[in-house]
């Protein structure tokens, strides 16, 4: 399985599926990172991994549609199978996820995942973590999921869940949370490369082994 990663930040999330298919505990490869923002740290961890990068600023691009052709035409180049959000911090619009949706192989599952640093369809959008803190909730967590149309509301692949602990700061709630978010993704992807995963309704199903 071919994997496109977009990431607009620091890039752990990418780091963690990199890793994850160097030691083959994922059966892919990063074709492409693609990045909206110059700079972004995810940029130099696939430098450092051997892994194509392009950078394709969003910055002053008003036609959102137009940017996300390119990056499509960028993805296909790549020959990507599978897309993996992580850290993009922009709404991919329907001509991409038309572009993505499912295919031959893909068991009915869109081709675009996300993982939200939240437990959804809880605290959706930015800075769910701080929302979860303020909320008062007593636990969170991260989800897995496949990208529709509307913001974190596609179909779940997978959670995990931490405490909410007594004295947590933003910082220390989210790295909590981001510990768990570098374990799921990568399973996530996993099981998707093995074909287990199909979708009936907005319910992703998960077969023991590839039927
Ligand atoms: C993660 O918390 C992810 O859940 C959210 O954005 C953050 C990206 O972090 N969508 P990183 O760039 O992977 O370190």
Redo the contacts with the bound molecule.
């Keep these: 399985t071919r994997l496109g990663v977009l990431?607009?930040?620091?890039?752990?999330?990418?780091q963690a599926l990199l890793d994850a298919c160097a030691a083959g505990r994922v059966d892919a490869q990063v074709a492409v990172v693609l990045s909206n923002v110059p700079g972004a740290?995810?940029l130099e961890r696939a430098r450092r991994a051997g892994a194509p990068a392009e950078i394709l600023p969003s910055k002053g691009v008003a036609d959102r549609a137009a940017y996300d052709l390119t990056l499509v035409e960028a993805l296909r180049a790549h020959r990507v199978d599978l897309v993996c959000?992580?850290?993009y911090m922009r709404l991919v619009t329907p001509g991409f996820l038309r572009a993505f949706g499912p295919d031959a192989a893909s068991r009915g599952c869109p081709r675009v995942m996300?993982?939200?640093?939240g437990l959804l369809p809880s605290f959706p959008g930015l800075h769910a973590a701080r929302q979860a803190l303020e909320y008062g909730a007593r636990i969170a967590g991260?989800t897995v999921h496949f990208v529709d149309e509307g913001t974190d509301t596609g179909p779940i692949i997978a959670q995990a869940v931490v405490p909410v602990l007594q004295g947590d700061d933003e910082a220390a709630l989210?790295a909590r949370?981001?510990a768990e978010?570098h374990r799921l993704y990568p399973q996530a992807v996993q099981w998707f490369a093995q074909g287990r995963l199909s979708l009936e309704g907005r319910r992703v199903r998960l077969d023991r082994c590839a039927p």
């Design positions: 990431a607009s930040g620091g890039g752990t999330n990418l740290g995810a959000l992580a850290g996300n993982i939200h640093p991260c989210s949370i981001q978010e």
